[in-house]
């Protein structure tokens, strides 16, 4: 998270375990008739923070597509609380707040970079599949451990 400690929405989050990407809201991510950030872009923001954080604590869909996994989403729960436009800076802060044997809920939020509110918080339930067999199969310990610190 580096450079992103000193941003102080990120104060009122969890003291451990935040992961945070900042992003600049584009042209294409916004709808044609009312121009801010439509709700396709949001789910992206939403998939894109979660798997840099999969990716950050050693579990990437890269390496875990080679070996035959793939975290899938079993539910995602969405609350619109604000508005972006193209040039917005936004943070994008998530966590996991319960790890099972097979699945992880995290939480996200989505901020104006200096915004004390966010104008998405998100909930997301997340299973890890064996991609042969389209079971859910136990997430490894030194994952685990990475994703939900103490």
């Not at 990407?21 to 894109?48: C, K, Y």
């Not at 972006?84 to 707040?97: E, H, K, P, R, Y």
């Not at 966010?118 to 991609?131: E, G, K, M, N, Y």
């Amino acid at each position: 998270m580096n450079s992103l400690t000193a941003i102080p929405v990120l104060t009122a989050l969890p003291t451990t375990g935040v992961f945070a990407l900042e992003h600049r809201v584009t042209e294409h991510e916004t709808s044609a008739l009312v121009p801010h950030a439509n709700n396709v872009a949001i789910l992206g923001w939403i998939d894109h923070i979660a798997s840099a954080h999969g990716a950050a604590a050693g579990a990437s869909r890269e390496a875990l597509a080679q070996h035959g996994r793939m975290w899938f989403v079993a539910r995602h729960d969405i609350e619109y609380l604000g508005e972006s436009f193209a040039g917005d800076d936004l943070i994008l802060a998530t966590w996991v707040v319960k790890l099972g044997r097979t699945s992880l809920e995290r939480e996200t939020r989505i901020f104006h970079r200096n915004a004390p509110e966010p104008i998405v918080r998100a909930c997301s339930r997340w299973a890890l599949v064996d991609l042969a067999t389209r079971k859910p199969i136990a997430i490894e310990d030194d994952v685990r451990a990475r994703l939900l610190p103490r």
